[in-house]
Structures are given as C-alpha cells and as structure tokens.
C-alpha cells in the first residue's frame, strides 16, 4: 500500500505579480493617473494655501473691527472647497468614491437682517470641527505636496536624463564634431574619452530607476489619499454606524410616534365620542319609557339622541382623520395653514415659497401642518408674543417649515412635552428638528422634511 499524498494547495491567482507590475509600472494607466494627480494638486494647493493665509492674514488683522470675523468664514469656505476638490482629485488614482465628513449646517433661508440665522451661521463656520479640519489640511498639504512634487520629478527627470543621455552619448558621431575654443575643444575630449561601459551602466541605471519612479509616484499618491481618507473624510464602517444609529432613532421615533397617536386616538374617543353615545344610549332609553305615557318629551329625547349621534359622528370623523382639516386633505399644506392663521389668537403671517396648488407627499403635508399647528398653539399659550410668522420654502429634495415669534423665548425640549412630540414626528420621517429660543426671544422652531424626488417618467416600450 503506498501512502496517500495530500494535494498540494493551488493559490488562486489575484493579479499580476508584484515584481511584474514593479517592472510595468512606467506605462501602467494607474501610473499616469497618479502623475496627473500630482500635478493637479501642485497647482490647487499653491492656489488654495495662498487665498486661505491671505484670508486669515487679513482677518486676524482686522478682527477688531468686527468685519474681520467674515474676513475669516470666508478662508474657512475657501478651506472646505479646497477639500472638496482634494476628494475629487483623489479618485483619479483610486476610483472608490470618498465619504466627506459632516459639515454643521448654516441657515439656508435668513429672514430677518440680523437674528437666529446670523448665530447659526457663525456656528456652523467658528464651531464647526470639520470645517477646521479642512483648514488645518490645506495647511498640512503644502509641505506633503512639496516633497511629493520634488521627489517625484528628481526621479522622473534623473531617470530619463541618464537613459536619454547616454543614448545620445553612444549615437553621436564625436569623431565628426568640430568645436572651436579651448574649453569646448577640452569637453570633447573629455566625451570620447567616455568608455562604452559607462554609458551602458548610465543606460541600465536610468532604466532600473524608471519603474522606480513610477512605483514612488503611485505610492506618495496612496499615501496623500490616507491623510486625505484621515482628516477629510469618514470610513465606510463610520458612515454605516451613523446611517444606522440614524435609523434607529427614526424606528424608535416612529413608534414612539405611532404609541402616541393610538393614546391620543383613545383619549379623543373616551373624552368625545363615547361620552356623545353615553348620554345617546340614555335619552333613547328615556325615550323609550315615555313614548306611550309623554309622547311630546319622548319626541323631544329623541331630537336631542339625533343631535347626540350626529355630533359623535362628527368627532369619529375627526379621530379618524387625526384632526387634520379636510382643507389640508383638499386643498394642500399652504392653505392649510392660512386657515389656521386666520383663527390664530396672535396676529400671524404666512411667508409661503410653494408654487400655486403644488402638493407634497401626504406625510410631509400633515407632519408640516402638526409642527405649523402645534407651535402656534404654544405661541398662544406661553410665549405672549405680538406677532408670529410661519415661512414655507421648497427645496430639491427638501421642505423647510419654520415658526418665528417674538414673545418671552425659553422654549426647551422637554420629554412628554410638545416640542419633543414634534421631534418625534419630524425624525420619524428622517427630517431634522431644530429650536432656538433665547430667554427674551425670539423663539424659532425650524422643521426640514425630505420630500422624495419623482422619478422621471420611462420612455413607452417600442
């Protein structure tokens, strides 16, 4: 019997060998793309770090005066667009596409010339880590950029010089070539007197420095797209671990959401509609004790039992519909709310941006209704202001709905309270949620609804 052999493992075959694409490296595509990377970025980041330090030159300077503060945001955007295009320009050696960092926000729509959107903004330029993460990256890649540039043309030119030099060298007829003056006639001298094996070893060091520098230039290139991955960017695991911590608060939200719709559903029908059919229930009753003895009372029961059932019917009505107007199920979100400011106990004013009749996703109308509606409820109640202001704006992918008073201010999110049931209601459906309420005021509840994008029609088959 004779022993039986294991088989020999076979290593799949992943690409080419690392000494093969070594020596192909000079005409690799990914080689070259690595080379227009490089150069890009020599000539954005000299652009870039000479506007940002001109920018914090000139503001640092002039903070005293209060302008140099914009002075400065406007270095801190100038940074961030500088970022921006070093994402971009890292996906010329490397396609996988790069996740930017969170920015903080600044107000889309500023209303008044100064107030809660000017703090907004100076949060999202001065407070915003991101955002000086930018600028301490375009003071980073000036120096990384240098040497990138000057080591990889040191080795690219000293690597075609040697191989083109000595290829002139042997090819020239030096016996031919007639010079005139005593140092050019000593130089050609020198040039003959050059053996042929030290333009051969000229020629094999050029060439052995050839991949050399294309292997150099492709590494400083993965290299530079690691700080840029490190100081621009988030990770692929981040980005899932914030995308599902995000989903979990919108699941946890709407379902916080959907328990209080069913409390509120509940209460609505015990405090209204039963209550309606209880007191139904017994003027039938009585009715029904004095149709034969009182026909004239049991007559004037059973008017009231109608009244009785039809103003039950009517709070059903409501119930069903979550005490949503029917005009917001008609006529949309705009007139809905012109109706609710037109009962308002505070003088309101409605600052629409949406077209004529436009109509948005049923969701995105009763959720900008509820915060419309809930918020000057609490304006009337607590804030003793003069005036209120709802303002509707539209934009791809988005519904900004927000509420300005200028009452007492103070307003907090609390749990179980108003604010945070909008809350609940407004990251249910993945939107954002913000309340600015300084004590003295103004008070502003901010609500950003994604609106879904229709998908463009297809073209009939055939």
């Known amino acids: 019997m004779t022993a039986a052999t294991s088989p020999v493992p076979v290593t799949p075959r992943t690409g080419r060998h690392p000494i093969v694409t070594f020596l192909l490296s000079p005409v ?29 030159s000139m503001g640092g300077s002039l903070l005293i005066f209060l302008v140099g503060f914009a002075i400065v945001a406007v270095g801190v955007e100038a940074a961030r667009i500088f970022a921006t295009v070093e994402r971009w320009r890292m996906t010329l050696t490397d396609e996988r596409p790069l996740i930017p960092h969170p920015y903080k926000p600044a107000d889309p729509q500023p209303v008044e010339p100064y107030g809660p959107w000017l703090r907004a903004l100076a949060e999202a330029e001065f407070l915003d880590p991101s955002r000086w993460l930018d600028v301490a990256y375009a003071l980073v890649a000036f120096p990384l950029v240098m040497v990138e540039v000057t080591v990889a043309v040191l080795l690219w030119t000293t690597s075609v010089a040697m191989m083109l030099g000595a290829i002139a060298l042997a090819l020239t007829p030096w016996d031919q070539v007639v010079v005139s003056g005593r140092w050019a006639e000593l ?46 960017c988030i990770s692929p695991a981040e980005a899932l671990r914030r995308d599902n911590d995000r989903l979990r608060g919108s699941r946890s939200a709407a379902i916080e959401l959907e328990a209080s719709e069913l409390r509120r559903i509940e209460r609505d029908l015990h405090d209204g509609a039963q209550q309606r059919l209880v007191m139904l229930a017994i003027d039938l009753t009585l009715a029904e004790d004095k149709v034969e003895s009182d026909p004239a009372a049991a007559k004037v029961l059973i008017a009231g039992a109608r009244d009785q059932a039809r103003q039950a019917l009517g709070e059903i009505r409501d119930v069903v519909r979550g005490s949503a107007p029917a005009i917001l199920l008609d006529r949309g979100l705009a007139a809905a709310l012109s109706a609710i400011a037109g009962r308002s106990a505070v003088p309101t004013f409605i600052d629409s941006g949406l077209a004529p009749g436009e109509r948005l996703p049923h969701a995105v109308e009763r959720a900008g209704y509820y915060v419309a509606s809930e918020s000057l409820t609490n304006v009337a109640k607590h804030a003793n202001a003069m005036r209120c202001d709802v303002i509707l704006r539209r934009a791809p992918g988005w519904l900004l709905v927000e509420v300005r008073d200028n009452g007492a201010g103070g307003a907090t999110v609390v749990p179980g ?5 909008l809350r609940d209601r407004t990251e249910a459906l993945d939107g954002r949620f913000e309340v600015i309420s300084p004590p003295g005021g103004p008070t502003m509840v901010r609500v950003q609804l994604p609106v879904p994008v229709p998908a463009p029609p297809s073209a009939p088959p055939g």
């Open 417 to 421: 309270g108003g604010l945070a049931g």
């Open 28 to 56: 690799l595509p990914a080689t070259w793309r690595a080379v227009l990377s490089l150069a890009v970025g020599f000539f954005t980041t000299l652009t870039a770090v000479a506007v940002v330090t001109t920018l914090f």
């Open 187 to 232: 130089a050609l001298e020198q040039i003959r007197q050059i053996p042929d094996v030290a333009l051969v070893i000229t020629l094999l060091i050029g060439m052995v420095l050839l991949p050399i520098a294309a292997s150099a230039t492709r590494g400083m290139a993965v290299l530079h797209r690691a700080v840029v991955e490190g100081l621009l």
